[in-house]
């Protein structure tokens, strides 16, 4: 299977930095932060290699793909998964809006 190539949404890059600057501040040092920075990488890695990896979602193009306490979603177009957001499991559900317009 082909690899897919990764593009990112304006939302996802902002959702990422806000979680590793919160870390960073929270512990005092970018250890963690690396640590779980590489974790998602590498998760979205894998996903380029096999894009159905993740639990589909109530859209078809769409799915999720959870690590630690996140989840990683992400859209499969043609040859190139386009990641919407980075979710925080352990907010509220209901402020989760995947809306497939907003593609920066």
């Not at 960073?24 to 779980?36: A, D, E, H, M, V």
């Not at 630690?68 to 957001?85: G, P, S, T």
Request: glycine content about 2%.
């Amino acid at each position: 299977m082909a690899k897919y190539k990764i593009a990112w949404s304006l939302e996802a890059r902002l959702d990422l930095i806000d979680i590793l600057d919160f870390y960073l501040k929270k512990n005092g040092t970018p250890i963690y932060s690396r640590k779980l920075n590489a974790k998602i990488n590498k998760g979205i890695h894998l996903v380029s290699k096999n894009p159905f990896l993740g639990t589909p979602t109530e859209y078809d193009s769409i799915r999720t793909l959870a690590i630690d306490d996140y989840q990683i979603i992400y859209e499969i177009l043609d040859q190139l998964i386009f990641v919407i957001m980075v979710w925080d499991c352990r907010q509220d559900p209901e402020k989760r809006i995947i809306d497939q317009r907003k593609k920066s």
